[in-house]
């Protein structure tokens, strides 16, 4: 079947550190990838997106690339800051039948300034 | 642009009492429709789907109900709830053709005693 997965949280680091959440999947097909961030007490906000394989999304500093070989979409960013601590879903949407969000379990991400 | 919205926010029920959550979704026409339930510290689960009026897939089988009695409008139901409906419920909204990127609702979070 398909499925997402994440790394475990919480991610800790310092203001200005690097980011880096693993996501890999297990899909049929080519399915699309995404990330989602959800901040403390809030709905849910698409971060990025990739809908085939090499492509790179990226928004607000953050990037992943959909790697194919590797069946996985790392989230990146270089410098996080204390606005950026939120839990992170990676979710891939298949491309059969009906044409849902699976999502992993999410990470938690702590900055401290 | 296309909003959505959820309420209540919040709400305490005891047990075996009954549930009403209503999502609506302004801006858009004939979208796809979705309930989520996040679950302390869990991902997030795919309860119910619609692609129209009084059309509801459930991916989960539970004391839960859905119903879409318009076309922007779309309501989570129990008819007596137990301890383990506790949660944040997440309504979202995708259009029905293109990348199906999901837009969520700022959730509701229910907790039940």
């Known amino acids: 079947g398909n499925s997402v997965t994440q790394m475990e949280g919480p991610v800790t680091l310092s203001e200005e550190a690097f980011l880096t959440i693993n996501c890999t999947y297990t899909a049929t097909g080519y399915p699309s990838l995404f990330w989602y961030v959800q901040y403390p007490g809030e709905g849910l906000q698409l971060l990025l997106k990739a809908t085939k394989a090499d492509d790179k999304g990226s928004n607000k500093g953050f990037e992943a690339t959909y790697r194919k070989e590797t069946t996985s979409f790392h989230l990146e960013k270089g410098s996080v800051q204390v606005s950026d601590s939120a839990v992170y879903f990676c979710a891939l949407r298949t491309n059969t039948g009906f044409q849902k969000l699976v999502f992993g379990t999410g990470t938690r991400l702590l900055v401290s300034p | 642009s296309q909003t959505i919205h959820q309420w209540p926010a919040t709400l305490v029920q005891p047990v075996g009492s009954p549930l009403s959550l209503e999502c609506t979704v302004e801006?858009?026409?004939?979208?796809?429709l979705y309930w989520y339930r996040q679950a302390a510290g869990r991902g997030l689960q795919l309860l119910f789907y619609?692609?129209?009026?009084?059309?509801i897939s459930s991916e989960v089988p539970q004391n839960l109900s859905a119903s879409r009695p318009q076309d922007r409008q779309f309501i989570l139901s129990s008819k007596k709830l137990l301890l383990s409906d506790s949660g944040f419920y997440l309504c979202a909204w995708s259009v029905r053709a293109g990348t199906y990127e999901q837009y969520f609702g700022p959730g509701t979070r229910l907790t039940v005693t």
């Open positions: 619609s692609v129209g009026i009084g059309q």
């Open positions: 801006g858009t026409s004939n979208p796809n």
